[in-house]
């Protein structure tokens, strides 16, 4: 039944962080806040996007594969006690990544429009990290992937962890320094990138060490 328990927590994400949360904003501004996948075909900008849709497959194709038996939890990781701590840490997951969208109120977004300005959310749980909706998610998907810890799994969650750096450095970071400027290179000189302290930009250049 861990499989289950795995669509299971991947369809509460879906549900919440995706489909409620899109509702929600478009309730509220009238446009879900979904942008779609940035730059031309075979970009680091687009593979950003397309990687993360991979990952979120593999992710639903790993529990249905092991729930079918095509393929197997790796030995080192099939413990009962593993798969309880995935389970912990995907609610945990889900339960940030709602609480984080909703922080960044009509600000949130599923991708980018470089023709579109925001407001630059720094307070709340944004004035712990820059980007707490990503580390929320990477929390879900380590939480997914030792629930099911078969190499499907384990290979999308390094596509996601690998997609969500090529996402914030190489789409939203130069995106929100072209539209904030000093603003936006005075909060990454006080802020880290996932976690606190860690990845925060030189207060001197406007790139990241």
């Known amino acids: ?16 962080g995706f489909g409620w949360r899109s509702w929600v904003q478009r309730r509220r501004t009238g446009s879900t806040g979904f942008r779609g996948i940035s730059g031309r075909i075979g970009s680091v900008e687009w593979f ?15 529990a249905i594969l092991q729930l079918l038996g095509v393929v197997a939890p790796l030995a080192a990781l099939d413990r009962p006690w593993l798969n309880v701590v995935g389970v912990v840490l995907a609610a945990v997951g889900i339960a ?3 609480y984080a969208q909703l ?5 949130w977004r599923i991708g980018v429009d470089a023709r579109e300005r925001t407001a630059l959310v720094r307070t709340g749980v944004f004035a712990v990290v820059r980007n707490p909706i990503f580390t929320a998610m990477l929390v879900f ?4 992937a030792l629930v099911t810890p078969n190499v499907v799994a384990l290979a999308g969650f390094v596509i996601l962890v690998v997609t969500i750096e090529l996402q914030v450095r190489a ?6 320094l072209a539209v904030h400027g000093d603003t936006y290179r005075e909060y990454t000189a006080r802020v880290g990138r996932f976690v606190p302290g860690l990845g925060r930009f030189r207060r001197s250049s406007s790139r990241s060490p």
């Open 171 to 176: 789409v939203e970071e130069p995106y929100l």
């Open 96 to 98: 940030a990544t709602v």
């Open 141 to 144: 998907g380590l939480g997914i």
């Open 1 to 16: 039944m861990v499989p289950v328990v795995a669509l299971v927590l991947f369809g509460v994400f879906a549900l919440l």
């Open 103 to 107: 922080d960044m109120g009509d600000s």
């Open 48 to 62: 950003a996007g397309v990687g993360f849709v991979v990952a979120m497959a593999a992710a639903v194709c790993a």
